[in-house]
């Protein structure tokens, strides 16, 4: 709404008229809202000592309201500047643009004092800018002297792009030319600006050291601002005299300045930019050494295509790609790698190299003048020394050592082998065989996923950069590998799989066109016709094969295909994913996957892959032998002739009840009190801070928080704290563990709202096949290591995540113990949620549109938790099925390639759903047109992934400014400092997030560049009692010495090399900058703040795997086979023990890591003797020592 101003005095400006406008617009009487509004002063007439304006205030109600009070006729409130009154009247102007209203009230509201220092300082930088004749791009050598590699010799402009917080290098392509080329360099992404004279060439220069690589893009300069063209990016700079070399020079920049005097314009940019705090004037040595010349890199290629290992290739390519050696050093090695290769074996090699990447670099930027070569040789000399693990082999077949590839805009990166979980497909190869599949994954230059730019055509630049890659094939060391398909997680992580073809000796030529068809039949299919015509759901039936799965090899005597039980007008399916399976199945597939468990307690539900079908199977007692039964819903695509259960989970414990922001957000608008929330908050943050306190603490915090587990920290915890050891509580290197996770979970409490209900659970799903139930009946059986068996009944509040509609939350009823001759009672499906199969609807459907196929449900009973109880529940949303997006003739995967290009650039869930929580907020009401509207599109946006069909993001409605406190990032560090752009939440949300002050307990971290020694200190008194404890066992320190010199490769090999593998790859940082601490990765959480913590849960639950993988070979190791006798398996964790306290002392990455898993075979091999030998080992320690 627009409202006219008159009688302003001339000699004010906008903004001292918006700052008068502000106070009552935001005073208590306006609702107290800081809400934007804008302000436009026309010039006075000659002669006239007042002016005109308008003010806009887009928020209806505030402009109605100051309209009644400032505009009528008889106004019941004045305003005046100084003795001046300002009078008000309705604007006769035409409607204003909706677009310019909508532009102004999502903007924030800034001070007008703050709003007129920032155009002053746009309107400086509009004007200044640094003359250059020539950027080049080069390559920081060993002896500290860039060599410049590449270069554009023309005239450009440095300025600053105050609204991208960029540096700016602008090239004009001629001097009439409308258009030009770009390198911005994000501010953040500085580590050092120098401006200086060259001896080299006599030249101002200012020289850049990044790290993160810029971005390139071409623009057109001449089009008006109302209508901009979106900005072009570009995989590289195409005006450079050798492009070749941008992929590997990008982080070394030199500009020529066109004149001495450019040093000056250059002081004056820096200080509107905020940049003069990291420019020194320090000289950097110059030289062209060319060596990234294209011959140089032709014939580094050419070497790295012809070693006949395609291991060893990748990794000594991985070397140049991740920036550790240039390419004359690459092809200097070529030689010396062949002389390994011929004298240890192309495996050795491999894993040579790889374990020699991180730390090449860093070895040699201490010593200028050794060269690759010298360096090398000793490297090879000391991995010989630490025995041949093949820990990159694995021995499980459910894991494989994988390859990465990281594609950025400008280069790609190699990584791995790493081990993963496995898949049907690659389990399908040997060994060998499975070499030739590497994970690809999409990121931005820093190492994010790619998102939305206004500014840039991203659509285009997808299809520009990976395009080619996903239709063409990736050329990597010389091997072309195409685009083979993708698992529904990976594809949320941008990440799918290519093959090379290969020579399999059981299937001969393996190519992707041929994986693809063994499959299964995936056209003409009776119950799904359309399938082959729609690329997502195509590709979403090809990825169950690559599902991440254990696999179980069962003889299934029958396959069942049973009718799906509908409502009676067919529109639902209560049996939609939910089959079963015999006993004998269910304990057949925990023998073979089970790894040592309890086989008589087994689990009696199982998600899984079978041929073309998935879901979750359960014990149905009515199964006899071993029989299968599937539902005609759970099979997507025909593959018969395999009998390979794959097990994407066993449901053999209940999870622990977590709330979250969204259903948070739903629950207090159902009516619960904001009391129930914080009461329950502050028992969550009272148990982590006891945490710190003592170990038995720490024995049930660790557990609860799924932290340490793969360390088995919390049973260590507790039988140190059963030892009277609790004096390591208080050990520097113990609380530094601690904190890190006691941050993690504050962290998530703050940012998450993720708070623990006790005695409330998230359990799988599965239907009542025998139709006991009546409807809207539930039955649950908990089956707890701690609590035993029960049964839960009465009243229970019910959801899925996410949550986001109003009735997304519903109530239904529990049984309780079953009836003697139920069915329940011959077999009880202990922790799932049995649903009835009765009504005119299957209450899954009304949870979010869930179904039966493996979706969790979280469970309140409301005996045990009567404040949870709503005060009104809403009708679900309908959830019909989405429509699809068809192509007019059967697809290939060239169209597949073509939808995760598109995904890619227009997956916007999270936007959906951060738009739905903060318009919650802002309206207090979770029933808003807008919330409706988006509860619609959040479910459109889940099913992309299937039907292909984008939510466009013009169609999602918007939040305006200012938001929510607790919706701002957690990269800012204070508020306060952001201005108007957040308001003081009054929700739950709001409130619950002010309550926890992480800054208090960030944790202080070692520099992020673990080297193979680094400080650190062990805990001396703990050893020293333990020490006590085992002298009275009688180890002989002979033995003890000669099982040490065989445990002694595994640390050095495990807890050095492949701990700092782990720490570089799962960083949320760029390359291998900034890798993850040791104790971070002990604890299995990275501490560092991001934009994106979705990728960093990703990272973090990839963590807890390659720990718990990594430390399960080295138990297996200790452990040794059957026939090792408990007291030698008590020796080698004895001896490994004292190893990693040695290794600590030194400062060896990884020690930590060791000392804990050591530690705890240690206690386990005392046991193990003490049951063995029928003798007790364990006394009192001696607490002199601990003094």
């Known amino acids: 709404m627009e409202l006219f101003m008159r009688n302003i ?20 009487d306006f609702y107290n809202r800081q809400s934007n509004f804008d302000v436009h002063l026309f010039r006075p007439q000659p002669g006239e000592i007042t002016r005109t304006g308008i003010v806009m205030i887009p928020d209806i109600a505030v402009a109605r309201k100051f309209w009644e009070a400032y505009g009528t006729s008889r106004p019941t409130s004045l305003l005046f500047f100084g003795e001046t009154r300002i ?31 920032r155009v002053e300082r746009e309107k400086g930088l509009e004007g200044t800018f640094v003359s250059l004749q020539s950027i080049q791009f080069g390559w920081m050598c060993r002896d500290d002297v860039f060599s410049i590699e590449s270069e554009a010799r023309q005239p450009a402009l440095l300025r600053f792009d105050q609204t991208r917080r960029e540096l700016q290098v602008a090239i004009a392509e001629d001097y009439n030319s409308p258009t030009e080329h770009v390198v911005a360099v994000k501010q953040s992404s500085i580590l050092s600006i120098s401006c200086h004279s060259s001896r080299f060439d006599g030249q101002t220069v200012i020289f850049l050291q990044l790290e993160i690589p810029p971005i390139f893009f071409h623009r057109i300069r001449l089009l008006s601002s109302d209508n901009p063209e979106p900005y072009q990016r570009l995989a590289t700079l195409p005006i450079v005299n050798n492009r070749d070399a941008i992929p590997y020079t990008s982080l070394a920049l030199r500009l020529v300045l066109m004149s001495p005097n450019g040093a000056e314009a250059f002081g004056i940019l820096s200080d509107l930019a905020n940049l003069r705090n990291i420019v020194t004037s320090d000289t950097v040595e110059v030289a062209r050494r060319g060596l990234f010349s294209r011959n140089g890199l032709l014939q580094m290629h050419i070497s790295i295509r012809h070693l006949d290992s395609w291991q060893v290739a990748f990794q000594l390519e991985a070397l140049v790609r991740n920036l550790f050696i240039d390419p004359k050093e690459a092809v200097d090695l070529v030689p010396e790698v062949k002389g390994v290769m011929k004298s240890y074996g192309k495996p050795f090699t491999a894993q040579l190299l790889k374990h020699f990447a991180p730390r090449a670099k860093d070895f040699l930027s201490t010593s200028p003048s050794s060269t690759i070569i010298t360096c090398f040789t000793s490297f090879v000399q000391d991995f010989r020394a630490q025995g041949d693990l093949q820990l990159d082999a694995p021995s499980d077949p459910n894991f494989y050592a994988s390859l990465h590839v990281t594609v950025t805009p400008t280069s790609m990166y190699l990584s791995g082998p790493f081990i993963d979980k496995s898949n049907r497909v690659i389990r399908r190869y040997s060994q060998t065989s499975q070499e030739n599949f590497i994970r690809v994954e999409f990121r931005d230059e820093n190492n994010l996923q790619y998102r939305f730019d206004k500014d840039i055509d991203g659509v285009g630049f997808i299809q520009a950069r990976i ?42 030529i393996v190519t992707a066109e041929k994986i693809i068809k063994s499959l299964g039949t995936f056209r003409k299919l009776e119950y799904d016709r359309t399938l082959e015509f729609c690329p997502a759901r195509y590709g979403a039936r090809i990825s169950q094969a690559f599902s991440a799965t254990d696999a179980a ?69 009515t199964l006899r032998g071993n029989a299968l039964s599937l539902r005609r819903s759970m099979i997507k695509f025909d593959a018969p002739g395999s009998n390979e259960i794959e097990i994407s989970r066993a449901i053999n414990q209940p999870t622990t009840y977590y709330l979250n922001r969204p259903l948070i957000m739903i629950l207090e608008g159902l009516g619960i009190p904001y ?64 904190h890190i996770g006691v941050y993690h979970v504050l962290r998530d409490l703050k940012h998450r ?94 949870l979010g549109g869930g179904d039966l196929d493996g979706d969790l449900y979280n469970i309140i009973p409301l005996n045990d938790h009567p404040y949870f109880a709503p005060q009104k529940i809403y009708a679900p949303a309908e959830y019909l099925p989405p429509a699809k997006e068809y192509v007019d003739r059967p697809c290939t995967m060239m169209d597949v390639a073509d939808f995760v290009m598109k995904y890619i650039v227009s997956d916007v869930l999270g936007v959906v759903a951060i738009n739905w929580l903060i318009i919650a907020d802002q309206k207090r009401d979770i029933t808003a047109l807008q919330c409706l509207e988006l509860a619609k599109l959040h479910s459109d946006a889940v099913d992309y992934q299937k039907t292909g069909r984008q939510v466009e993001l013009e169609s999602i409605p918007k939040a305006r400014f200012p938001k929510p406190d607790w919706s701002a990032p957690e990269t800012i560090d204070s508020l306060p400092n952001q201005g108007n752009k957040y308001y003081e939440s009054q929700t739950a949300l709001g409130k619950l997030a002010r309550r926890i002050d992480l800054k208090e307990h960030e944790p202080t971290l070692p520099p992020r560049r673990p080297r193979p020694r680094y400080g650190g200190r062990a805990p001396v008194g703990a050893v020293n009692d333990l020490a006590d404890e085992l002298s009275s066992i009688g180890l002989e320190d002979t033995a003890v010495l000669t099982i040490r010199a065989v445990i002694e490769p595994l640390v050095a090999r495990m807890f050095t090399d492949e701990f700092l593998s782990i720490a570089s790859r799962y960083s949320l940082s760029h390359r ?16 560092q703040k991001t934009t994106q913590p979705t990728l960093r849960r990703e990272k973090i639950a990839k963590i807890k795997d390659a720990n718990d993988y990594a430390s399960r070979r080295v138990r297996e190791a200790l452990e040794g086979s059957d026939d090792r006798a408990p007291r030698e398996y008590l020796t080698y964790a004895w001896a490994a023990w004292i190893l990693a306290l040695r290794e600590m002392r030194k400062g060896t990455f990884g020690a930590k890591a060791f000392w804990w898993i050591t530690i705890d075979a240690v206690f386990d091999a005392m046991r193990e003797v003490e049951e063995d030998e029928n003798v007790e080992i364990r006394s009192s320690p001696s607490r002199s020592r601990l003094n």
């Open 675 to 738: 009391t129930v929330f914080e009461d329950f908050q502050d028992r969550a943050v009272r148990e982590t801070q006891e945490a710190t306190r003592t170990l038995s603490a720490c024995s049930s915090f660790a557990p609860d928080s799924r932290l340490g587990l793969a360390f088995r920290l919390p049973s260590t915890f507790m039988r140190l704290a059963k030892l009277d050891l609790e004096v390591l509580a208080k050990d520097d290197s113990f609380n530094q563990l601690i």
């Open 553 to 621: 090899v069962v003889n299934v005597d029958e396959i069942l295909i049973r009718d799906d039980i509908t409502t009676a007008d067919g529109k639902y399916l209560f049996t939609d994913g939910s089959g079963g399976m015999s006993e004998d199945i269910a304990r057949e597939i925990w023998r073979l996957t089970g790894r040592g468990r309890d086989h008589d307690d087994f689990p009696h539900a199982y998600q899984i892959r079978f041929q073309g079908s998935k879901g979750m199977i359960s014990i149905d007692h």
């Open 87 to 117: 009078y008000f009247s309705e604007s006769t102007r035409p409607t204003p643009d909706p677009d310019i209203v909508e532009a102004v009230a999502r903007a924030p509201w800034e001070n007008p004092t703050w709003e007129r220092e």
């Open 753 to 846: 709202a993720r708070i623990p209900i006790p005695n409330a659970w998230t359990l799988v799903g599965i239907a009542d096949t025998h139709r006991e139930l009546g409807e809207k009946k539930v039955f649950v059986c908990i089956k707890h290591r701690e609590k035993g068996v029960f049964y839960l009944e009465g009243p229970v509040l019910i959801s899925r995540s996410p949550t986001i509609h109003p009735g997304d939350v519903q109530l239904a009823y529990a049984i309780g113990p079953p009836r003697a001759e139920s069915c329940f009672a011959r077999e009880s499906l202990p922790n799932t949620v049995v649903f009835s199969v009765r009504g005119e609807r299957p209450l899954p459907t009304c």
């Open 467 to 508: 395009g080619p890659i996903m239709r063409d094939g990736l050329v990597i060391a010389g091997r072309r590998f195409f685009f083979l398909a993708y698992s529904q997680s990976a594809l949320r992580e941008h990440s799918v799989w290519f093959v090379k073809p290969f020579h399999d000796p059981q299937y001969g």
């Open 9 to 28: 005095p001339e000699n004010l400006d906008k903004f001292q008229v918006k700052a008068a406008l502000a106070k009552p617009l935001h005073s208590p």
């Open 1072 to 1087: 291998f900058f900034k890798p993850l601490s040791e104790e971070e990765l002990i604890i299995g959480t990275i501490t």
